[in-house]
């Protein structure tokens, strides 16, 4: 009967959990460059009241055995990096890429970290930065008199000066990609740096090495579908409620056994 107690209520813990989760991914369903997450559950250790396989007599033995489950438990929470759409903005510092890779960022540690989002801009010294002010990596400055900023889908920044009529190259954007960017461990802020489980960085020019390309004036939106998280939700709330009926079922019988007359 305890059991029953303790396995329930395992239940509902690794349902605020998944609700963690799910509500993490509708809160950030317009957070440019978002990858939603999904939870993976584990069932616990099974207690073993008698060994399959165990004899049952001189000549035969249990086909099955007798073992109990003690409930489950919130095992992974990890990463899905499916493409989302990409929307357009016509701002010229504006970046989306199409297909895998992340953009290098250096964090004011001097950690490299990565990033899905594209919405670049420029500080007092000219430098590309995102919203936080972190620079690329490598950093690329916009000479003061640029009056137009052309990104080409491999990643080369040119510029158009005052009074110039060619475009002048002053950089080229690097991307990165992971053989497992479910590993990458996130920072907040729509970064993340390497792990032992996300493997090395592969670095190289947008459209090498399948990595993906740049797509200028565009960003990528969030890949959480609103609908598949209602649904999720839904599922959710279902599971923790069923939990709490068999904690009310496991004290109501023990109610009854505590309320036995001679």
């Known amino acids: 009967m305890f059991r029953a107690l303790w396995t329930s209520a395992s239940g509902m813990t690794a349902q605020q959990l998944n609700l963690d989760t799910i509500s993490n991914n509708m809160a950030n369903v317009s957070t440019v460059g978002f990858k939603k997450m999904r939870a993976t559950f584990q069932d616990l250790i099974y207690q073993t009241i008698k060994e399959p396989g165990a004899p049952t007599s001189p000549i035969t033995r249990s086909p099955a055995g007798f ?71 490598p950093e690329i400055t916009i000479p003061t008199d640029a009056i137009s900023i052309t990104i ?51 670095i190289d020019n947008p459209g090498n090495q399948g990595i993906g390309t740049i797509l200028q004036g565009f960003l990528e939106a969030s890949n959480v579908n609103i609908v598949e998280e209602m649904v999720n939700l839904i599922i959710a709330q279902r599971s923790y409620e069923f939990n709490t009926k068999g904690i009310t079922a496991a004290d109501e019988m023990l109610s009854q056994a505590a309320n036995l007359r001679r």
């Open 67 to 137: 073992q109990i489950g003690l409930g489950t438990r919130l095992a992974e929470t990890y990463g899905i990096f499916s493409q989302g759409s990409l929307d357009r903005t016509d701002n010229e510092l504006d970046l989306a890429i199409q297909g895998d890779g992340f953009f290098k960022i250096v964090l004011p540690d001097g950690t490299i970290a990565y990033t899905r989002n594209g919405q670049f801009k420029l500080d007092r010294d000219g430098r590309i930065v995102n919203t936080d002010g972190y620079p690329l990596d």
């Open 152 to 202: 080409a889908e491999d990643g080369t920044v040119g510029v158009l000066r005052q009074g110039g009529t060619t475009v002048e190259e002053v950089g080229r954007i690097e991307l990165a990609k992971f053989i497992n960017p479910a590993g990458l461990r996130r920072l907040g802020n729509n970064t993340y740096i390497q792990t032992d489980a996300s493997g090395d960085p592969i």
